[in-house]
């Protein structure tokens, strides 16, 4: 079945500090892959996304992640937090094919950034 | 513009009401979906409409209606409910199922 892992459910850094949450994704044939980002008393939003082509993908607000096909790995990373990037962080993969185009997400990581 | 609306923000239902949960997007989007986030969880998908159809149902109880009116309009329909239900009903859009989904903000739901 498809399945994303994160990592770590709780990361506190300080700001300016540097970020990679990790993600791993089980292997399903074509996948796309994507970061969704939480903020505290708001929506989901999409980060960035993968579908194919360049591997390092660039998002909003400074985020990017690189898709590492030989590990499943999908990490985001960003080189400097802000106190504002305090939310929740969610990876998903999107399974084409026998996966039925069904999203599925890993269990999140709630960032914390202490100004 | 990525905005899908969804009504009501609050919903308070004892176990023998009826009532519905609307979404709305103005996109496009051929592709529309229920999922179900409990307290610090990730999002679990209920329902998959795609052209109006639907496409997925997973194996949600059928206290749980979800109707399609047209291509922007996605509604659920609830009709009673156990205390268990209580969480954040979000509704997504996509062009289609192969293409990158965005969120409403949510109807959270409380079953008394």
């Known amino acids: 079945a498809q399945s994303v892992s994160q990592h770590n459910h709780h990361v506190i850094l300080s700001e300016a500090a540097s970020l990679e949450l990790g993600c791993n994704y089980s292997?399903?044939?074509?996948?796309?892959l994507f970061w969704y980002v939480q903020y505290p008393g708001q929506h989901l939003q999409l980060l960035l996304k993968?579908?194919?082509?360049?591997?390092l993908v660039k998002g909003i607000k400074g985020f990017e992640a690189e898709f590492i096909k030989s590990k499943f790995s999908f990490n985001l990373r960003k080189p400097s937090v802000q106190w504002s990037d305090t939310a929740e962080y969610f990876c998903?993969?999107?399974?084409?094919?026998?996966?039925?185009?069904?999203?599925?997400f890993g269990a999140g990581t709630i960032l914390r950034v202490k100004s | 513009d990525t905005e899908v609306t969804q009504t009501p923000k609050h919903l308070v239902m004892g176990m023998t009401n009826k009532k519905s949960l609307k979404c709305e997007q103005h996109?496009?989007?051929?592709?529309m979906y229920w999922y179900k986030q409990k307290a610090k969880k990730p999002p679990e998908l209920m329902f998959v409409?795609?052209?109006?159809?639907?496409?997925i149902n997973e194996s949600v109880p059928s206290r749980f209606s979800p109707e399609c009116p047209n291509s922007s309009l996605l509604n659920l329909h609830l009709h009673a409910l156990q205390p268990e239900d209580s969480a954040l009903y979000l509704c997504?859009?996509?062009?289609?199922?192969?293409?990158?989904?965005?969120f409403g903000p949510g109807t959270r739901l409380t079953v008394t």
């Open positions: 997504a859009s996509s062009r289609d199922r192969t293409y990158e989904q965005y």
């Open positions: 292997y399903g044939g074509t996948v796309n």
């Open positions: 993968y579908f194919s082509g360049d591997p």
């Open positions: 998903a993969s999107l399974g084409r094919g026998e996966y039925g185009n069904k999203l599925v």
């Open positions: 996109m496009g989007h051929r592709a």
């Open positions: 409409y795609s052209y109006e159809k639907l496409s």
